[in-house]
Structures are given as C-alpha cells and as structure tokens.
C-alpha cells in the first residue's frame, strides 16, 4: 500500500489567496483526520471524518477553514483567504477499525 | 475532557543506554488507548506502541515498551539501548471510546525532543 499521501508537499503563497491541501487516505481505513502542527501549539486536530461525514470540527480555528470528504479516497482543507499565522506543517491522517493513525508526509505550508 | 501531558520539552541520553519518557493522561471513559508516535528530523509521523486501557500487560515492540500505570494515569515509553536514530521527537497520544463502534479523535501530547550523544 502507498500510504497516506498529501499533496502538494509544499506550498508557498501570498496572504489572502485560497489554499487547498489534498489527501488521499489508505483504502479501506473508514477514519480521517487533519492535523496541524507548528512550534507553538504543537499537533493540533482540526477535524476528523468518519465514514466521510465530518464527526468533529471544532479544532478548525476559523471560518476561513474548511474540509470536505466527497467520497472515501479523497479529502480536502482549504484556507479561504489564507494568512500568514495560517503557516504550519498540515498532516491528513486515516485509521481503519484498528488501532493507530498513519499519516501522510505533510504539507508545509508558508504563507506569506 | 481528555488531556495529554508530555512533561519533558529536551532529553539528552549517551549511546547505548536506556531512556523513559514521560506522559500522563487525563480522561474519564474506561475504554481508551495510548499510543506512541516518533517524529524525526524528515518530519514524517511513525506508530511506535499502543496501549489498551484493558490490556492486562505493557505493550512491547523491540525495542520500545510502554510502562503503563493505569493508577497513575501514566503511559511512559521506555527506550531499551538507544541509539543514534532514536533522536526525534517523541509524541504521547490518546483515544477514547476505543470499544466504541463510533469514531472518535486522536489527541497529542506537546512532545519531547530526544538526542542521542554517540
């Protein structure tokens, strides 16, 4: 299996573009989650999805944020405009009925 | 409200010898787990243990075992002859409702940075 796998890798844009990270989950896990990590608050979920129905997003800091699961094998975070505090590593994270979380590579994004 | 605490922001351990790290946890279900996370300088996310709150014995793999006191609410990760590419940064983290056939989130400690002196 590929794995989790986050496009793009990288990401550079100026303040008050749209942003939009990509994820593609392990097939057949039925959980996804969005992290956020940066020094100063460390991993921070944003939002997770369950069977494509988004469970809890209560970690998603603003209406500027926003995450779809159209079907199994494809979710999105898009940052709509984007700041520069919006800068952080963002991870796409997926489980299966199992135990742990796998997570993708991350998307690091700078905003600027 | 569950909570993960990783006490330790930097450790430095020399080659060879074995290292604890810290974390405690704070919740009210009686079903969770805990699990260990690696995160070197590459910045990819890898699965080191889990722990069941039910498990009736501490977790091995390798060289990594969870010293898991259920009293305490501690789940410490304990490193047996480190070495060089254990130096990463180590992240506590926890689910509730683990029997549950529902989801729930996966939440994160601040980590520990841990480095290995040859």
């Known amino acids: 299996d590929a794995g989790v796998i986050q496009s793009p890798r990288h990401e550079v844009t100026e303040m008050g573009q749209e942003v939009t990270l990509r994820c593609k989950p392990i097939?057949?896990?039925?959980?996804l989650f969005w992290y956020r990590q940066t020094m100063m608050r460390g991993l921070e979920l944003l939002i997770y999805?369950?069977?494509?129905?988004?469970?809890?997003d209560s970690g998603m800091p603003e209406d500027r944020f926003s995450a779809k699961m159209p079907n199994a094998s494809f979710s999105t975070l898009k940052i709509q405009p984007s700041e520069p505090r919006d800068s952080a590593v963002y991870f796409c994270?997926?489980?299966?009925?199992?135990?742990?979380?796998?997570f993708g590579q991350g998307t690091r994004l700078t905003v600027v | 409200a569950q909570k993960i605490t990783q006490t330790q922001p930097g450790m430095f351990v020399q080659e060879k010898e074995a290292v604890t790290l810290d974390c405690t946890y704070d919740?009210?279900?009686?079903?969770?787990?805990l699990f260990w996370y690696k995160q070197p300088s590459s910045g990819e996310m890898i699965f080191l243990i889990y722990?069941?709150?039910?498990?009736?014995q501490n977790a091995t793999e390798g060289r990594y075992s969870l010293n898991f006191q259920k009293a305490r609410k501690s789940a410490n990760l304990v490193i047996s002859a480190s070495q060089l590419g254990d130096s990463a940064m180590y992240f506590c983290?926890?689910?509730?409702?683990?029997?549950?056939?529902?989801?729930?989130?996966?939440?994160f400690g601040s980590g520990t940075r841990l480095s290995i002196r040859p």
């Open positions: 994270a997926s489980r299966a009925t199992g135990v742990e979380a796998f």
């Open positions: 097939s057949g896990h039925n959980s």
């Open positions: 999805f369950n069977n494509n129905v988004p469970i809890d």
């Open positions: 919740t009210s279900d009686p079903s969770y787990g």
């Open positions: 722990q069941g709150s039910y498990d009736q």
């Open positions: 983290a926890m689910r509730e409702g683990i029997h549950s056939s529902s989801a729930s989130k996966i939440i």
